[in-house]
């Protein structure tokens, strides 16, 4: 009877024994497979969710397994289809967790380039932040137990118990009319993330090193809000009452639609793009609108609006579905997204200039899984010490 594709998959990462046709038949499936069918191999056959808390032991199987791979395909794979191993590696390290007892069976020298995973690890970021009320007040969400946080005016602030903050407004409008506006911050911090519904229904995400300032409950006239760093918005739609997002400068109003704002200090350019609805994009005197699957760049230096037409959304949103997405990515980019999550600083030892990754890789994993998948491209390599990664081409 022929061997199944699952079975072979996990036959060939778990041995050393590979035949020429092993070693044929698992190059043609990486280069024949697309990237979105390994992702769903590796996510719907393998169960990912045994990744999760996984193991000293286990990060040694990773490796071992990822190395297994390296050393009988990895150099005879073009480059373009190498950054399917991404996903195959992801599978192996499912699969190893599947089969734990099989540790002793390896016992070999893991290369030096995954070496720094034995020494110290980095865990992902995750549900963190601070809400800051009109009277200065703190409240460190983390920790906060669910249900009732606090009371502005008539607003009900709640915590639910999936952990996201929602504003429940009970103000009429001409209630609120007598009263000036309590404004609110959420900020995260460096690995941090956090899930907001604003007083109009309005779902906000916030990426790391991000924050939103907003009143507790809206006027009668527009719903406006102040962010920083990287923010996701689901905007409730009322045509009454227009919904203006404000950053560096940069202004986005909407009547309903989601889009993504992402204007860091530390990126030269400040990008709106647009998945659904309709946006007008306003800066220094320029107005542009934008159209679902389009994005708006306005660079920190000549703040002029350049609209581009055809983006990949699905990258941009990366952070929304817990991943990172490198395609066509410089490193830089990359490293920043990589400090923001979990909090290292990152340090290049040679030329970097024209480097690009391809792939995806979780952002619910280790550093030292993301870490070794990038490496895993052939182009670039990592040294990790505490909480500073040097970067080497």
């Known amino acids: ?46 169960n990912s969710d045994l990744l999760n808390g996984k193991s000293l032991l286990e990060e040694k ?17 073009p480059n373009k289809r190498k950054k399917l191993l991404f996903t195959i590696a992801a599978a192996a390290s499912i699969i190893l967790c ?29 549900n963190k932040a601070i809400l800051i009320l009109a009277d200065g007040k703190k409240i460190f969400l983390t920790d906060a137990n669910n249900g009732l946080l606090a009371k502005q005016e008539d607003a009900l602030i709640r915590k639910t118990k999936d952990g996201e903050v929602v504003y429940t407004a009970g103000q009429s409008e001409s209630s609120n009319q007598k009263h000036a506006l309590l404004y609110n911050t959420i900020s995260t911090p460096k690995t941090g993330k956090y899930d907001i519904v604003l007083p109009d229904g309005t779902k906000v995400s916030l990426d790391a090193v991000s924050s939103i300032r907003f009143p507790a409950s809206f006027s009668s006239k ?58 007008k994009i306003s800066a220094s005197g320029q107005t542009g609108l934008l159209k679902p699957g389009q994005q708006a760049q306005i660079g920190s230096t000549d703040s002029k609006i350049k609209i581009i037409n055809e983006v990949d959304v699905e990258q941009v949103v990366d952070w929304m579905n817990g991943d990172f997405i490198f395609n066509g990515e410089d490193i830089y980019t990359t490293m920043r997204k990589i400090s923001r999550w979990y909090d290292v600083d990152v340090v290049y030892q040679g030329s970097s200039k024209n480097l690009q990754l391809e792939g995806r890789v979780s952002r619910s994993k280790n550093i030292s899984i993301v870490l070794k998948a990038m490496e895993l491209t052939g182009k670039i390599h990592f040294k990790l010490e505490g909480r500073r990664i040097t970067v080497m081409p």
């Open 1 to 46: 009877m022929q061997e199944n594709r699952q079975k072979r998959l996990e036959r060939l990462f778990h041995s050393n024994n590979w035949t020429d046709d092993d070693r044929n038949w698992l190059k043609d499936y990486i280069d024949n497979t697309n990237l979105a069918e390994l992702q769903l191999i590796a996510l719907d056959e393998f």
């Open 61 to 77: 199987l990773s490796i071992e397994i990822l190395n297994n791979i390296h050393n009988h395909i990895g150099n005879e794979l």
């Open 98 to 126: 599947l089969s734990i007892g099989s540790y002793f069976i390896f016992h070999k020298q893991v290369p030096l380039q995954y070496a720094f995973t034995q020494k110290s690890d980095i865990l992902p970021g995750g």
């Open 222 to 279: 527009e719903r406006k809000v102040e962010i920083t760093g990287q923010v996701y918005f689901e905007v409730a739609h009322d045509k009454t009452k227009p919904f203006r997002v404000t950053a560096r400068g940069v202004t986005v109003e909407v009547l309903g639609t989601h889009f993504n704002i992402n204007a860091y200090d530390d990126e030269s350019t400040i990008k709106t793009t647009l998945l659904e609805g309709l946006i």
